[in-house]
T-cell receptor, first 112, second 114 residues
Framework: DTGVSQDPRHKITKRGQNVTFRCDPI?????LYWYRQTLGQGPEFLTY????????KSRLLSDRFSAERPKGSFSTLEIQRTEQGDSAMYLC??????????FGPGTRLTVT | AQSVTQLGSHVSVSEGALVLLRCNYS??????LFWYVQYPNQGLQLLLK??????LVKGINGFEAEFKKSETSFHLTKPSAHMSDAAEYFC????????????FGAGTRLTVKP
């Protein structure tokens, strides 16, 4: 069990650029979650996958955001035409059973 | 929709003193409740969870929490604080087994003074 990993850990981009983040869940974990955490706040749910199916999307996930989980393993979160308001920590979590989500270290995005 | 309120954005205790972090929830159905800890520049780690079994839940690192339905509370306690307990603590509520509706509180930063 190597834990949930996320790449990159930090990303600085200019407004208007596209960015993509990757999450590798714990092996055999079929559930995968994305959250966004802004400074001084708790994480906010963005989206949820069970295997390769995206089953839930928050209204926070605007048209500029897209998430995929091909083959039910790793997942990517892409933000198009980034805005300064997108600056946040993006957290990924995975689980294999209810009530126990294991979080990765997060990707900190700074949009200048 | 379910929600969580954490009373006190900052709590400071002396090493060896009681730790009490407060959490009140709102839910239309019997909730699942969680406490997570976050150290600087790291992800969240599950401390403990309530899933409708025993109302007193014991977690890692000596923490425990009690579910009180009448008070809609799920406060986190530890009898004796240690310097390594200094971190951000988040209470969370979910109404589904999948926890795809998890709502987190704003967090409480715990400082432990020597």
């Amino acid at each position: 069990d190597t834990g949930v990993s996320q790449d990159p850990r930090h990303k600085i981009t200019k407004r208007g650029q596209n960015v993509t983040f990757r999450c590798d869940p714990i092996s055999e974990h079929n559930r995968l979650y994305w959250y966004r955490q802004t400074l001084g706040q708790g994480p906010e749910f963005l989206t949820y996958f069970q295997n390769e199916a995206q089953l839930e999307k928050s209204r926070l996930l605007s048209d500029r955001f897209s998430a995929e989980r091909p083959k039910g393993s790793f997942s990517t979160l892409e933000i198009q035409r980034t805005e300064q308001g997108d600056s946040a920590m993006y957290l990924c979590a995975s689980s294999t059973r209810p009530y126990e989500q294991y979080f990765g270290p997060g990707t900190r995005l700074t949009v200048t | 929709a379910q929600s969580v309120t954490q009373l006190g954005s900052h709590v400071s205790v002396s090493e060896g003193a009681l730790v009490l972090l407060r959490c009140n929830y709102s839910s239309s159905v019997p909730p699942y409740l969680f406490w997570y800890v976050q150290y600087p520049n790291q992800g969240l780690q599950l401390l403990l969870k309530y899933t409708s079994a025993a109302t007193l839940v014991k977690g890692i690192n000596g923490f425990e929490a009690e579910f009180k339905k009448s008070e809609t509370s799920f406060h986190l306690t530890k009898p004796s604080a240690h310097m390594s307990d200094a971190a951000e603590y988040f209470c969370a509520v979910s109404e589904s087994d999948n926890n795809n509706d998890m709502r987190f509180g704003a967090g409480t930063r715990l400082t432990v003074k020597p």
